[in-house]
T-cell receptor, first 111, second 117 residues
């Protein structure tokens, strides 16, 4: 157990639907990073939050959004889902130095 | 912009032989470099990192990596491979001296290591 918890582990949904992925960072970590891992594009950085505020955006689609709550857990919202959104979504947390701890991911399948 | 290249999609090695997984990077300033390993249906596990100091970094499970500034490389190595080392390996980089809130890692495309018995 890395200390970063992601739920659900697996999600199957239909095209056009909306889903929410949840991440609880390691205790004391203020930064949360979201990554998408797909077969053809490797690990892509999506978005980062630090202590409740959005701090950096990567290759995140406009259909996707995220937030970090006062208790520091984060949610990634994916809407108008397409087949190409099927991927493994990882969350990582960091305490602000140079350690990054990854969760075990949420595997999203869009059918 | 920062980037990482892992030129080999797959590396095959026999058990007991030395292994090398290659990584080159591009970043402004002195790089912060990382290696992670991913086993099937698992998250990324940290192996080692280079921030500063000795160019040879030792990490988990007997892995080590050599930082070469002139060649902008950070190759992962192990003297004697095990079948259990078979997994997907990712190299990652970030620029130094970033705000605490802007330290996302940029990952390479990954290299699948296959160790044959």
């Amino acid at each position: 157990d890395s200390g970063v918890t992601q739920t659900p582990k697996h999600l199957i949904t239909a095209t056009g639907q909306r889903v929410t992925l949840r991440c609880s960072p390691r205790s004391g970590d203020l930064s949360v990073y979201w990554y998408q891992q797909s077969l053809d594009q490797g690990l892509q950085f999506l978005i980062q939050y630090y202590n409740g505020e959005e701090r950096a955006k990567g290759n995140i689609l406009e259909r996707f959004s995220a937030q970090q709550f006062p208790d520091l857990h984060s949610e990634l919202n994916l809407s108008s889902l397409e087949l190409g959104d099927s991927a493994l979504y990882f969350c990582a947390s960091s305490e602000g130095t140079d350690g990054y701890t990854f969760g075990s991911g949420t595997r999203l399948t869009v059918v | 912009a920062q980037s990482v290249a892992q030129p080999e999609d797959q590396v095959n090695v026999a058990e007991g032989n030395p292994l090398t997984v290659k990584c080159t990077y591009s970043v402004s300033g002195n790089p912060y470099l990382f290696w992670y390993v991913q086993y099937p249906n698992r998250g990324l596990q940290f192996l080692l990192k280079y921030i500063t100091g000795d160019n040879l970094v030792k990490g988990s499970y007997g892995f080590e990596a050599e930082f070469n500034k002139s060649q902008t490389s950070f190759h992962l190595k192990k003297p004697s491979a095990l079948v259990s080392d078979s997994a997907l390996y990712f190299c990652a980089v970030r620029a130094p001296y970033l705000d605490t809130g802007r330290r996302a890692l940029t990952f390479g495309s990954g290299t699948r290591l296959q160790v044959q018995p």
